[in-house]
């Protein structure tokens, strides 16, 4: 499975950017997907997930209700819509694919893309 990841930039606080992760290779239906994210100087972190049928949903804590996360079959695509960013929201962005049709642990995602670098501006 191969990830290319898109959509980061700059953008200023409070507003919104959505990312998109095209994947090719396999059965996209088949897999979970995650964003996951590394800030500087920190650990990369889950941020949402979403399992391969699309109806359960994952997000950690301090993005629930500013972060979607979905994913359209017929495109290959998973998406990450991010509303009222903040400063703290800056960091590289990964998707990432599982075999498993869930999961949340980063040691089960099996395919990452590249990265896609946001930067919140204040």
């Known amino acids: 499975v191969q990830l290319q990841a898109s959509g980061g930039g700059l953008v200023q606080a409070g507003g919104s950017l959505r990312l998109s992760c095209a994947a090719s290779?396999?059965?996209?239906?088949?897999?979970?997907m995650g964003w996951f994210r590394q800030a500087p100087g920190k650990e990369r972190e889950i941020v949402a997930a979403i399992n391969s049928y699309g109806v359960m949903t994952y997000y950690v804590d301090y993005v629930q209700g500013r972060f979607t996360i979905s994913r359209d079959n017929a495109k290959n695509t998973v998406y990450l819509q991010m509303n009222s960013l903040k400063n703290e929201d800056t960091a590289v962005y990964y998707c990432?694919?599982?075999?498993?049709?869930?999961?949340?642990?980063?040691?089960?995602?099996?395919?990452w893309g590249q990265g896609t670098l946001v930067t919140v501006s204040s």
């Open positions: 290779g396999r059965t996209f239906s088949t897999l979970a």
């Open positions: 990432a694919a599982s075999r498993a049709r869930w999961t949340l642990r980063e040691s089960g995602y099996n395919y």
